[in-house]
């Protein structure tokens, strides 16, 4: 088995690619520069994405495409919003042109953002969304984007996901949020964030590697769903109570298109995550 994992970054992967090392699993990472690689991995193979060739991946078996550039690089100027759009959609576009025939499975990293904006309902794989019915940028950028990989010549499988809780990480960045905000709401703050453990992921994509009988979308969440009101209670531990509230019109008028992803919130659960889950 030889793993191609596509333009990686973000700690919250290590742990993945790791646990595939472990296996004795061959595992190359297309980064966009070699040189900005802050912690080479041993036993791992680096190829730069514009020098890539065929034949640099040609014994490649499953890929899993993880391209794109951060959504919270506000403000989304109109550039920035291009750089998201490019990031996710040309560059998936780019490696499912460039994988050979050997290569039969594609995990392709996706999002919740699929689910309208909507905590009024619970959503779950056996949900689709119309494409006409798009809300905002992000769920278009999402839906294009699946799209883009239904174009995978394999079997494809959607991870969509959203926050990640990296042991002792998640605590220690909600603390010091709360720190830095002394108090202050961004709307009503009765958001829903639908989260999975980084274990779990980990266990769960490794999975979804080596079941050849799965395809289609997965959710990569928990049952649990945390709302945002923990910043709150995490400030009044700080001896920091409420003092401003700044309200969503306002939100909307200063973030424009980008007040979605700072105010959206959403009832996601899994039917495939916590049945597999569950039963190890």
């Avoid at 619970?122 to 883009?148: C, G, N």
Wanted: hydrophobic residues 40%.
């Amino acid at each position: 088995m030889h793993i191609l994992i596509a333009w990686w970054s973000g700690f919250t992967w290590t742990a993945l690619i790791q646990k595939l090392l472990d296996k004795n699993i061959t595992v190359t990472l297309l980064t966009r520069s070699i040189k900005k690689v802050v912690q080479p991995l041993w036993s791992v193979q680096y190829l730069e994405r514009d020098w890539l060739t065929t034949q640099q991946v040609s014994t490649v078996t499953h890929a899993i495409n993880l391209s794109w550039h951060p959504i919270d690089d506000l403000p989304w100027t109109s550039r920035t919003k291009q750089r998201i759009y490019d990031s996710r959609i040309e560059t998936t576009r780019k490696l499912i042109s460039m994988l050979p025939s050997s290569t039969h499975t594609l995990l392709n990293a996706s999002a919740i953002g699929y689910y309208p904006y909507d905590d009024t309902k619970i959503f779950d794989e056996h949900v689709i969304v119309d494409t006409d019915t798009r809300q905002w940028f992000l769920q278009h950028v999402v839906h294009k984007r699946e799209q883009e990989a239904t174009k995978f010549h394999g079997r494809l499988v959607l991870l969509r996901s959203w926050i990640i809780l990296w042991p002792g990480k998640f605590e220690k960045a909600m603390d010091t949020q709360a720190r830095l905000l002394w108090g202050i709401i961004l709307g009503d703050w009765s958001q829903y964030l639908s989260t999975i453990k980084l274990e779990d992921r980990v266990r769960c994509v490794v999975w979804l590697i080596h079941d050849e009988s799965f395809t289609g979308p997965i959710n990569l969440v928990t049952q649990t769903l945390q709302q945002k009101t923990y910043i709150t209670q995490k400030a009044a531990t700080f001896k920091k109570k409420p003092w401003i509230r700044i309200p969503q019109w306002m939100i909307t008028m200063l973030a424009w298109s980008a007040s979605s992803f700072l105010l959206w919130s959403q009832r996601v659960k899994s039917v495939y995550t916590k049945k597999y889950l569950e039963s190890k």
